[in-house]
């Protein structure tokens, strides 16, 4: 491994940076300008019923069964070492198996809709189930098509172009603003309206990013064949992330549901906004750490744990510049929620302080998870994440049904969840560093 090699990652790497920053700045402002308008076009009840909708389809993208995350490491392996008819024939056999699973999730999660009371899902009367029903099935199903056509994620990461992901979801987010602003002005409260809007969003960013890859890479393009040689190489590390998808899913997703249920759907609305809040330290963190999985992945393959060494110190320094940011926006949190949001929310304090911890050790644990991922060494952190997930929702539970903590022990539960993986990864992390560093000296 050269020096060279290293510099010309690195450039890549501060190139894709910088390629984000604008696009990802603008997706943020888009989402965050489209928040209050949902409210008022709702209604308090009603935002906090689509927050929750949008949460269980996310859970959707688990049929996938890890293969976007397998495909982007074989691809990333294969590309570092010059594979590059391995590397089509990965992304043939992913986006084949892709294909034939959303077919199947998308016959049987319409029907299975049909035998499902969402009112009590949803733990609203508000709403009819006929409208409820109806506006599941829609989001579902473009939720389902998705994550076939959203496989372009796993690849532009693969070819470390993550800048272009900021691109689609700028695409997104701008269409979203854009048509909610239109029926805000010109038609009445439907939820089945927004379900559309969310869906034709989605899939035009992602048809636009896969256009694009494919005219750029014409020989990547897929023969969509099944070849079980390289489907058993995705799947037996994408089963892994799979699990540990499961995992985090449940941690976090599963907040809003435990919110609705045990306390009512008008509070998920004070969680979706401080979340959302919060969410800018998050968004920035993802802008710096993504497109490193399959740097780390090429660099690893290729032995240099100069480049990794030098680069988890730089992430080190940047978390730490994070952290001051966080303390900040939490200190004048209600003053930039009462200007951002037209209607009257009550944000406890307690929650604001809660949601600074969460966030603080989200992005703490995704400084050493970017670089487990990328080597795909990633028993420890499947096991950090099942831990968590089977401490998560019962936490939750006690701190809201016993301790009578409402919103904030929700929150908690999901905090002390995450602890484990705190410890775990970056232990990990330093011992591969020092196992390398062993191994290399005469």
């Given amino acids: ?12 790497y ?17 989402s965050f300008l489209v928040i209050p308008l949902m409210i008022t076009y709702l209604g308090k009840e009603r935002f906090g019923i689509w927050s929750t909708l949008l949460t269980i389809m996310s859970w959707v993208i688990l049929f996938d069964l890890g293969i976007g995350n397998g495909l982007r490491n074989r691809v990333a392996e294969a590309l570092a070492e010059g594979r590059q008819d391995d590397a089509r024939d990965y992304i043939s056999a992913g986006y084949s198996l892709i294909g034939l699973i959303a077919l199947l999730v998308l016959v049987a999660f319409e029907i299975l809709s049909f035998f499902v009371v969402w009112q009590e899902i949803f733990n609203t009367a508000s709403v009819p189930e006929n409208e409820l029903r109806l506006t599941v099935q829609i989001a579902g199903a473009f939720i389902i098509v998705n994550f076939w056509i959203g496989l372009i994620a796993s690849l532009l990461g693969a070819v470390q172009k ?4 900021a691109v689609g979801q700028f695409i997104t987010q701008g269409l979203i603003l854009v048509f909610v602003y239109l029926v805000h002005e010109t038609t009445d409260s439907a939820l089945t309206t927004l379900a559309l809007i969310y869906g034709v969003s989605v899939i035009t960013s992602n048809s636009v990013l896969t256009f694009w890859f494919f005219k750029k890479n014409p020989l990547l393009f897929p023969r969509f064949k099944f070849s079980n040689r390289y489907v058993s190489r995705i799947m037996g590390l994408g089963v892994q992330f799979f699990i540990i998808q499961i995992a985090v899913l449940i941690i976090f997703m599963t907040d809003k549901m435990l ?4 306390i009512g759907p008008a509070q998920v609305t004070e969680y979706e906004v401080v979340f959302k809040l919060f969410s800018v330290i998050t968004f920035a963190h993802s802008l710096i750490s993504m497109p490193l999985w399959s740097a780390y992945t090429e660099s690893f393959k290729k032995n240099d744990f100069l480049w990794i060494t030098a ?23 209600r003053t930039i929620i009462a200007a951002w949001i037209d209607t009257p929310l009550t944000v ?8 600074l911890v969460l966030v603080l050790i989200t992005t703490w644990n995704n400084i050493f998870a970017m670089f487990i991922n990328g080597t795909g060494l990633i028993k420890p952190q499947l096991y ?17 049904t016993v301790l009578e903590m409402g919103t904030n022990g929700v929150v908690l539960g999901t905090v002390i969840s995450l602890l484990g993986a705190a410890i775990v990864l970056p232990t990990q992390t330093i011992f591969l560093i020092k196992k390398h560093n062993l191994q290399s000296r005469p």
């Fill in 1 to 12: 491994m050269t020096t060279s090699e290293g510099q010309s990652r690195s450039r890549n």
């Fill in 14 to 30: 501060l190139n894709q940076l910088k390629g984000s920053v604008v696009f990802k700045g603008l997706a943020v402002l888009a």
């Fill in 162 to 165: 993550s800048s272009l992901l």
């Fill in 259 to 262: 919110i609705t249920q045990l």
């Fill in 311 to 333: 680069m988890m110190k730089k992430q080190l320094f940047i978390y730490g510049g994070l952290v001051m940011i966080a303390l900040v926006l939490a200190a004048v949190a």
């Fill in 348 to 355: 406890p304090d307690n929650l604001i302080a809660m949601m």
């Fill in 384 to 400: 950090t994440s099942v831990f968590a997930m089977i401490l998560n929702i019962p936490l939750s539970i006690y701190f809201v």
